[in-house]
């Protein structure tokens, strides 16, 4: 028998149990007295003529009566609704004002007393048309008995909306909806223990602190939540235990919807579980010790080593290369010294990069793989320095800076130094981890969801990794012979790495533009063009300057383009797909209704999220995929957002790219690989669309 015939079951026991007391009390059958009115708000509209009205379904229920959430508890079942005889609606999303718990008799039902207004998202078919809303409701009401009331409604919605209406009630009830995000209230961590019994363990930060939390799980048909019991409160922070049932019984790739409400405050948060009840991988029930830490250092040595891989080292391919070939055998230092000091330089990037996030992390601030290129000052930097590197292979240093820095970046007829070694490592890392690579984003959920010590010790095990063949020829330097010697064509590389490097500058310029505005770009850029051009006319013959500068533009205009696609709503390619913003209680809804997700988070400096959207979420196939019966949700990392970081947090992840499909057949979305191939995602948004066929009901 399914769960929800055993819910009907329970609601048929309560309402004979209750009635024959009430009958052998002598007490006179109750009236529900309940009150329901449709309300009618604003339309927006957005890009490519869609249209969003706001309506509600305002109930006022009787004293002493209540009715049921989306999840009704251990009895009672959730209202129905529908509208499927409206005009000009394509689909009508109900939202889920926060539930309180009603205890009676060892039965925890949850639901709203007294007053509640559901708001009503609704999806016009034609944004220039009047549209009717047709309601037809049934709720399920309780007291001492229990009673189902059946409504009828109807409502106009204007083509325009400039009228006075019931927004402002509307706007209201919108606020106790959980979402991801909520001010003064966090959701630190997650997990499942389920030693000695199964439970979900839930930390909180809030303030002011909290008073009375209780925390509601669904999401799936198998598995219960009991009463929650606070554990310690300290300082805002809470931890917060509630009893799990079935786990047993989840089915694979589902995930637990967790609402944490205190008063007002409310907030949502999702967790993977799988049939056995243990978290995926990667995701923070981990923690309970599913994967050592043993198990975690190699999967994040072997991402490391596939960084090196990655679009996103492409940009700095030339510091490699250079790196690798620029060793003359009959010069200090010596190969197996400078591939050390290379491996060192890599390795120190990561501890530093971990080192950083560990006190962010301390500091309650969101944390994050790559968010180093969300900060103008970084940005900024690293710009400067390849600036300075690309100047230097071309041979203007030698007269115009000091020794000490000739010293450490090197010189263009001169050996390199050992600190010129580390400082490349320690700078093409820096570069090369603005997006993520299989593995490493597992080893990098791992790490920030454990207590700070150990975060260093896996971007260290990422370092190794990414050090690998610089240690390899420190350990066989006889390999470094394949190389070609050192001769006149090591000049021409050099140029052809030092206009790689310009070009990645200007990449990173536009970058800047994007966070900060094209006016900083500018004058930074202008300010760059001017010292080349001094140094230029200085040092080099005027026809090797104007043939420099003649290479760099066409190769920086060339890496622009290619990392910078056609934006959302622009036109082009992608133009056929209306891409929609990321907001996760439509995105729920969405797949409630029978529709399919699919959600892209990227941004400016994520090369490879660059790669992806060019050669395969543009692709023929995929675009006409996306264009036709599927919701495309995107949304822009480039700058900071904590809705975003806590977005990718619900599903463990802390880097780009991030890319996830929903639908009938994948409630609890299918999150796909960093990398993507047009197959990929077609047979994600295939499996996501097909409606799962419901077992047959065994007794």
Not at 224 to 251: F, H, K, W
Not at 309 to 320: G, N, T, W, Y
Not at 495 to 517: E, F, K, R
Not at 618 to 642: F, H
């Amino acid at each position: 028998m399914s769960i929800r015939h055993l819910g009907r079951l329970g609601l048929l026991l309560g309402v004979l149990h209750l009635a024959t007391t009430a009958a052998a009390a002598g007490a006179s059958r109750p009236q529900p007295n309940v009150d329901t009115r449709l309300l009618v708000g604003d339309v927006a509209r957005a890009d490519g003529g869609a249209a969003t009205a706001w309506a509600g379904l305002d109930v006022r229920l009787g004293a002493g009566w209540h009715t049921y959430w989306r999840s009704p508890g251990e009895a009672g079942a959730p209202p129905e609704f529908d509208w499927s005889r409206s005009r000009n609606i394509a689909d009508v999303t109900v939202e889920w004002p926060a539930p309180r718990r009603f205890s009676e008799q060892d039965i925890d039902t949850f639901g709203y007393d007294e007053h509640v207004l559901f708001p009503l998202r609704v999806q016009l078919r034609d944004a220039a048309a009047p549209a009717h809303l047709r309601l037809k409701a049934v709720l399920f009401v309780c007291s001492i008995i229990c009673t189902q009331q059946e409504t009828r409604l109807e409502a106009d919605i204007p083509a325009v909306s400039r009228q006075p209406n019931d927004q402002a009630l509307i706007d209201e009830w919108l606020q106790s909806v959980p979402r991801a995000t909520a001010v003064g209230l966090s959701i630190s961590a997650l997990r499942i223990d389920r030693q000695p019994k199964p439970q979900l363990r839930l930390d909180a930060r809030a303030t002011p602190p909290l008073r009375a939390p209780d925390v509601f799980i669904d999401g799936s048909d198998a598995v219960s939540g009991g009463r929650a019991q606070v554990s310690s409160i300290s300082n805002g922070e809470v931890t917060i235990s509630v009893p799990l049932q079935g786990l047993d019984q989840a089915g694979p790739r589902q995930r637990l919807r967790v609402t944490l409400v205190d008063g007002d405050r409310s907030i949502e948060a999702t967790l993977p579980v799988e049939a056995d009840g243990v978290a995926q991988p990667g995701a923070a029930a981990q923690r309970t010790g599913a994967a050592s830490i043993w198990t975690i250092l190699a999967v994040a040595l072997l991402g490391g080593f596939i960084l090196n891989f990655m679009p996103c080292v492409f940009p700095v391919m030339s510091l490699k290369l250079v790196s690798l070939i620029e060793h003359d055998p009959a010069q200090a230092p010596s190969p197996r010294s400078a591939f050390l000091a290379t491996a060192a330089g890599i390795v120190a990037s990561f501890v530093t990069l971990a080192i950083v996030l560990s006190a962010l992390k301390a500091a309650g601030a969101q944390v994050g793989w790559g968010l180093q290129f969300q900060q103008p000052a970084f940005l900024i930097a690293m710009i400067l320095v390849l600036a300075a590197f690309g100047a230097n292979l071309l041979g203007l240093f030698e007269i115009n800076l000091p020794w000490w820095i000739a010293g450490r970046l090197g010189s263009a007829t001169g050996r390199r130094t050992i600190a010129g070694h580390a400082i490349n490592g320690f700078v093409m890392t820096l570069l090369a981890t603005p997006c993520s690579a299989p593995f490493v984003g597992t080893a990098v959920a791992f790490a920030l969801s454990q207590a700070v010590p150990q975060i260093p010790v896996v971007f260290a095990t990422l370092g190794l990794g990414m050090a690998a063949p610089y240690l390899l020829l420190a350990a066989a330097p006889r390999l470094a012979r394949l190389f070609p010697r050192p001769g006149r064509w090591m000049l021409k590389l050099r140029s052809v790495a030092a206009l790689a490097m310009i070009a990645t500058a200007l990449w990173l310029l536009t970058v800047l533009a994007d966070i900060s505005g094209s006016a900083t770009a500018t004058v930074l850029a202008a300010a760059l063009l001017v010292t080349g051009l001094i140094l230029a006319a200085l040092r080099l013959p005027l026809r090797r300057a104007l043939a420099g500068a003649g290479l760099a533009v066409p190769i920086g205009l060339a890496l622009i383009a290619a990392t910078h696609v056609t934006q959302p709503g622009g036109t082009g390619r992608s133009a056929a797909i209306h891409w929609q913003p990321l907001a996760p209680a439509d995105i729920a809804a969405e797949v409630r209704s029978g529709h399919t997700v699919f959600v892209d988070i990227g941004a400016s400096w994520c090369v490879t999220c660059k790669v992806n959207e060019t050669f395969v979420i543009d692709s023929a196939a995929v675009r006409s995929r996306l264009a036709s019966d599927v919701i495309a949700v995107r949304a822009d990392w480039t700058s900071p957002s904590d809705a975003i970081a806590s977005y990718l947090k619900s599903f463990d992840r802390y880097g780009l790219p991030f890319n996830v499909v929903f639908g009938p057949g994948a409630p609890n979305g299918i999150v796909l690989p960093e990398l993507l191939t047009p197959q990929i995602v077609l047979d994600a948004i295939n499996t996501a669309s097909t409606i799962p066929q419901p077992e047959n009901d065994k007794t």
